[in-house]
């Protein structure tokens, strides 16, 4: 037994992890590039990532970095910036403090103490990369700790369903911004840099490296982000693993309404498990791409209209 | 064992002589009672291990365990938010780092005590809500009830299950220079502070886990399974597999982590008003898997924000509708509706005599000797001493709307004095009273701070009383004022095995 409001909380405590976890790599990979080389490819590339995080503009001229970095980590007005995300993360983990384990909670409300000590009184300069880190890491003990200390029953299944959401739209949306630029890039090429700044922000660098050799090439790169079966940062990956907490949570509420969310997610992932590369390139990326974003939009709103936001009439027992 | 030479009465405590000693150089001892030291100087024999303990300690040690423990409420979230604050700035309830210890003995005679009384508030409550016996035989005048307003008229003939109305109390005891607690006020509304007691004793263990070893102290872990069982009974009889939820008023409320910690203590749901509806005048929540029936609500939420369509119309913490399911007998509500009447601080005044009344027993637990501010003779005698009394406003709690006259300027005093003159139902007066005071780490070394006791008493199959409580400390130095919106703190309160 859940209530709606609780499972409410918990798919957005996932939710709002897994965007602070994509906005601190995005940054660190930013920062990263701009290491060395700092030319006007670089430069671009990382430009790309903040663009795919909201900040407008950024790609149209020469913006000063460390504001641009110091906001997509810290601005509280920034609604995709590590901080805001972890703060609301931690403020649906106060919401549903007694469905979640006391470990997790501790781990969330240091992760949120960490940052805000950072944000208001810590010395930033030239710590951003090692801060990222620290909160990816403490992302990944946050989910160590909820797969090892609380049971994997109903609950559960809303932090998963959460997670994997997340990911495969913000996948799906950080590939479209580089397919894009690809489209209308002068000489309609990006450079290799770009690809591999692009597998660097999914973490996928080294497993595409394993899978392909480190011949980087842009539709090897997009295969492997959009339909690899085992790399769990791929869009495929995470519908499978969506779909299959939306099934539990179709099972658990035993509603004869629900069902409608694992529907729309199951036909997502199989046409991610039966898609081909060269024909999605060859069709219309960008709109396939979209298609993906507005999908899990619709399995989104199945899930709210079906176990969460659901017309009381329709619920008043007989 | 001795802290050397005795110390007389209003001096400054002798330095031991055995080193590091320094701890307590600023330890005085006076006409209040003291928890650790008897009046000649002498550890208490309960306290001789902690003394012990507490002289073979550094400053430095002592530091360490402070900030150790301040960091434990702050990851565990066990914090309030300073409201008005840009920032949200959340701080934690002052800790006390040295425990405070009672005797088997001591606990024994509290124990019966605060059987006793809640024994008689219970049966007071359901005979002011049916038959009214004590109003007509003259034991407490009627007025009094009837302008309380707390007192809730739409209870009256309702059925309340088993004649449980308080499940839940916390009533402040203090200890007086005679070492007898007596009690100062009774809280029987929405009781809050419990999840202290249990934080600061699984800080204490933490931090502290040598000084368990030294003495045997009675678990207070219990709590939840002993709370859960007392709302179990309240249980509509038709309904053998109870569901029980706890009603916050949400995370805003101050004490927002208590009713998540008690929901999760119990493992049962933690709902807010809009979880919850009404439909057919029975209650429901709403799941994932549909609306579910609620048997039993643990509300911490006051009387007045239960139910719009009964009490304020402008509260959006409650459930609309929830009012007539209770009084149709098909959702328990702890505590009841209506219970505040038996707290309000006027009424306090009759509790030895309603005791009597109900139970023909002598309290075992004294009260504290009050003046009616409605009573002419008791409001001439309060005027003319404001500099020596405490001056209570009935319906308040928190340590609001108080005057403590010898700590108060003139300005100050005049202002109660208009106000009592033109709401004199509104005050109550007690004297000065000298609480006992408790050892205390101020950060630079140990002192003697006044304290007082809230245990935590349940009334489910029988009364049960969990061993310990809530010990509140007024951190700054000769204030006589606990509560935590006022600057109190807290220690982990110890109930020694016979």
């Not at chain 2, 400054?12 to 005085?28: E, K, N």
């Not at chain 2, 601080?345 to 023909?360: G, N, Q, W």
Request: charge should be negative; hydrophobic fraction near 40%; glycine fraction near 8%.
């Amino acid at each position: 037994m859940l209530l709606s409001r609780a499972a409410d909380g918990l798919y957005w405590i996932a939710r709002y992890l897994e965007r602070a976890e994509h906005t601190a790599r995005l940054v660190d990979v930013g920062l990263d590039l701009g290491l060395g080389r700092p030319d006007a490819t670089t430069r671009r590339a990382a430009d790309r990532l903040y663009a795919t995080l909201g900040f407008a503009g950024v790609l149209d001229g020469p913006i000063e970095r460390a504001p641009l970095v110091g906001a997509a980590l810290f601005d509280l007005a920034h609604r995709s910036s590590m901080a805001s995300c972890v703060t609301a993360a931690r403020e649906n983990g106060r919401q549903v403090r007694e469905e979640i384990s006391s470990d997790m909670w501790e781990q969330l409300n240091a992760l949120f103490l960490a940052v805000r000590q950072i944000q208001t009184h810590g010395d930033r300069r030239g710590r951003a990369p090692s801060i990222c880190r620290t909160v990816i890491a403490g992302i990944h003990l946050f989910q160590g700790l909820t797969d090892a200390t609380m049971g994997h029953g109903e609950g559960w299944q809303y932090l998963q369903a959460g997670r994997f959401i997340e990911r495969a739209a913000s996948t799906a949306a950080l590939i479209d911004a580089f397919v894009a630029d690809q489209a209308i890039a002068e000489g309609g090429r990006l450079e290799q840099i770009d690809w591999i700044a692009l597998l660097r922000s999914c973490a996928a660098l080294e497993a595409y490296c394993r899978h392909y050799t480190a011949d980087v090439r842009p539709e090897r790169v997009t295969e492997f982000l959009l339909l690899s079966a085992d790399f769990p940062r791929s869009v495929r990956f995470a519908t499978a693993r969506l779909e299959s907490a939306l099934l539990a949570i179709a099972r658990a509420g035993g509603r004869d309404t629900g069902g409608r969310a694992d529907r729309l997610a199951g036909r997502l992932h199989s046409s991610l498990d039966y898609g081909q590369v060269d024909e999605i390139l060859n069709d219309d990326p960008r709109a396939y791409l979209a298609g993906i974003g507005a999908q899990c939009g619709q399995i989104h709103s199945a899930l709210y209209q079906s176990y969460i936001a659901y017309p009381i009439e329709s619920a008043i027992p007989a | 064992m001795s802290l050397s030479q005795p110390a007389a009465p209003g001096r400054r405590m002798a330095l031991p002589s055995s080193p590091p000693g320094d701890l307590f150089s600023r330890y005085s001892l006076d006409h209040v009672y003291d928890e650790m030291f008897d009046s000649s100087g002498e550890a208490r024999p309960h306290c001789v291990p902690l003394v012990e303990d507490l002289l073979a300690a550094s400053l430095p040690q002592l530091r360490q365990h402070q900030t150790e423990a301040d960091r434990a409420f702050l990851t565990q979230g066990i914090t309030f938010t300073v409201y008005g604050d840009e920032a949200g700035t959340e701080r934690i309830f002052p800790y006390d780092l040295l425990p405070r210890i009672i005797t088997a003995a001591e606990w024994a005679t509290i124990e019966a005590g605060l059987t006793q009384r809640l024994t008689a508030i219970n049966l007071f409550l359901r005979d002011i809500y049916h038959e009214e016996r004590v109003l007509a035989e003259g034991i407490v005048p009627r007025e009094l009830v009837y302008s309380c307003r707390h007192y809730r008229r739409e209870m009256r003939g309702v059925h309340v299950h088993r004649g449980i109305y308080v499940s839940v109390a916390g009533t402040d005891l203090v200890r007086l220079q005679d070492g007898r607690f007596v009690v100062l006020e009774d809280n029987l509304r929405v009781p809050s502070g419990v999840s202290y007691m249990l934080a600061n004793r699984e800080v204490m263990k933490r931090v502290f886990p040598g000084l368990f070893s030294r003495y045997s102290v009675r678990p207070v872990a219990d709590y939840g399974q002993t709370l859960l069982a007392a709302l179990r009974t309240l249980a509509p009889p038709n309904r053998p597999e109870p569901t029980l939820v706890v009603l916050t008023p949400g995370v805003g409320n101050s004490a927002y982590f208590e009713h998540a910690f008690l929901a999760r203590e119990m493992g049962v749901p933690l709902v807010e008003g809009r979880d919850l509806l009404t439909h057919d005048n029975a209650v429901y929540m709403r799941t994932t898997s549909g609306l579910r029936r609620v048997d039993v609500i643990y509300r911490r939420v006051d009387d007045d924000f239960l139910d719009p369509l009964a009490f304020r119309t402008d509260s959006r913490l409650g459930v609309p509708g929830l009012l007539n399911a209770y009084r149709a007998g098909n959702v328990s509500i702890a505590n009841a509706i209506g219970t505040g009447i038996a707290d309000d601080k006027a009424l306090y005044a009759y509790m030895p005599d309603i005791i009597r009344f109900y139970l023909s027993e002598e309290p075992i637990l004294p009260n504290v000797e009050t003046y009616l501010m409605s009573k002419p003779d008791d409001r001439r005698y309060a005027l003319e001493h404001l500099d020596e009394l405490v001056v209570k406003a009935v319906g308040e709690s928190g340590g609001y709307g108080m005057l403590i006259g010898p700590h108060s300027t003139a300005a100050e005093r005049d202002a109660f004095r208009q106000k009592i003159v033109s709401e004199p139902r509104n005050f109550i007066a007690q004297p000065t009273l000298p609480l006992s005071r408790g050892a205390c780490f101020t950060g630079d070394g140990i002192e003697p701070r006044h304290i007082d006791l809230r245990p935590y008493v349940l009334y489910g199959d029988r009364v049960r009383i969990v061993p310990g409580g809530l010990t509140r400390v007024a951190l700054r130095k000769g204030s006589l004022v606990v509560n935590s919106s006022q600057g109190g703190g807290s220690k982990d309160t110890w109930v020694l095995q016979d």
